[in-house]
């Protein structure tokens, strides 16, 4: 462990004095959660969450900058700084309270490292903390983050005996996932069943789990009747539960996904970025870039802010059409984002950037990528500035 982080994980939990004397103290709570979502170096994130980790006010506030944090840390594979980083939090008097010790389970779980989520759970008695359905569903969550879904029903059983905690409906939406995850929807559909048994209020995201689940095994028809059944039940439709529908139209028709974005405005629904997203993918799977360029410029219209998804799939279809110099454009509007595409992505623009002898435009690309990310995570693309003759004046081979 470097010394910072070190440094770091010893004093995380009373945001230490030292901390408090950086330049990153002065930022708020905000803008903390803001930076964290850009900043892929782990030990500024580190230090970052430091100077604002005893200022948070909620525990959602606070989950969602730990979260962020963990993430960096998994991305360079340092996992021993997390259970660090994590265990530090055990010694934070607001431990006892099951909100803030629900963030460690689900930490834990974001990262993959189960293990230490179900270990955190088993302390609470020896922490001082209470057991409700809250830290129940966060190592449930912990459970399916780490893609354990077939151990979900054992825990559903085995913990509530254990404990005598009592699961909510979150609880059993958690174990609908689990059961879709493994391609057993029937069995959801058996759980769904027994929530109604129990008077439980059913939304829109147990159907929507089940129905994408349907039409990932192919049994459109099937899917459709849950929709006609949520429908029936007068279960409140919501965007997410037209997204599936979206998403599995039938030969990505951008016709039919243009029909539901106009029947969901038509609803007083608001389409959100995932509906535009798919239309998007929809018009350049079918060689209609000006219709997908459309999309993307109307998206502020439409009162959505593109995401990482939206410039992967711009970027990744104008450089198969050619269009390198749109391609160009919309990273530079990724980089102002802090939405920067993965590699598999940008490699075919640079690429073709080459092709069009747009060297400079080539390694601004690489240029920009090396400053936004830590070295650890940059091999590939020392490999490919490598092969192309970006490191030095050279002209580079053609490709």
């Not at 604002?52 to 006010?57: K, L, T």
């Not at 980083?85 to 309270?97: G, I, M, R, T, Y």
Request: include cysteine; glycine fraction near 6%.
């Amino acid at each position: 462990m470097s010394s910072l982080a070190l440094r770091q994980a010893r004093h995380l939990a009373t945001a230490s004095a030292a901390a408090a004397s950086t330049s990153a103290a002065t930022i708020s709570i905000s803008k903390a959660k803001s930076v964290l979502r850009s900043e892929h170096d782990p030990d500024k994130a580190l230090e970052i969450y430091s100077s604002v980790s005893g200022h948070y006010s909620s525990p959602l506030s606070s989950r969602y900058a730990q979260e962020y944090t963990v993430k960096r840390l998994a991305k360079s594979h340092r996992f021993s700084d997390i259970e660090a980083f994590l265990e530090s939090h055990k010694k934070d008097p607001k431990v006892s309270q099951e909100p803030f010790l629900a963030t460690i389970i689900r930490s834990y779980g974001i990262v993959g490292m189960f293990d230490n989520a179900l270990t955190t759970y088993e302390q609470m008695t020896d922490l001082g903390t209470p057991r409700s359905s809250v830290s129940f569903n966060a190592l449930l969550s912990a459970c399916i983050h780490s893609k354990l879904y077939d151990r979900v029903p054992q825990l559903f059983d085995e913990i509530p005996k254990k404990y005598k905690v009592s699961p909510d409906r979150v609880s059993f939406g958690i174990l609908i996932r689990s059961y879709c995850e493994v391609g057993t929807p029937k069995l959801a559909m058996e759980k769904l069943k027994e929530m109604e048994g129990k008077g439980m209020q059913i939304t829109a995201v147990p159907y929507t789990t089940i129905m994408n689940s349907l039409y990932k095994k192919g049994m459109s028809d099937e899917a459709e009747k849950v929709w006609d059944e949520m429908v029936k039940s007068g279960c409140e439709l919501d965007v997410g539960a037209y997204n599936v529908r979206i998403m599995n139209i039938q030969g990505g028709n951008p016709d039919g996904v243009k029909g539901l974005i106009d029947e969901m405005s038509n609803l007083g629904l608001k389409p959100d970025i995932i509906s535009y997203n798919y239309l998007m993918t929809c018009y350049c799977r079918n060689g209609m870039m000006d219709e997908a360029e459309q999309v993307y410029n109307n998206l502020e219209d439409n009162f959505c802010k593109p995401n990482a998804t939206t410039f992967r799939t711009l970027i990744y279809y104008a450089c198969q059409q050619g269009q390198f110099d749109t391609g160009y454009k919309v990273f530079n509007k990724s980089v102002t984002m802090n939405k920067i595409p993965d590699f598999n992505t940008l490699k075919h623009l640079v690429r073709g950037l080459v092709t069009q002898s747009k060297t400079i435009e080539a390694k601004s690309v690489i240029s920009i990528v090396k400053s936004k990310f830590p070295p650890n995570v940059l091999k590939a693309w020392t490999k490919l500035e490598e092969e192309l003759g970006l490191t030095n004046d050279e002209t580079p081979p053609r490709v």
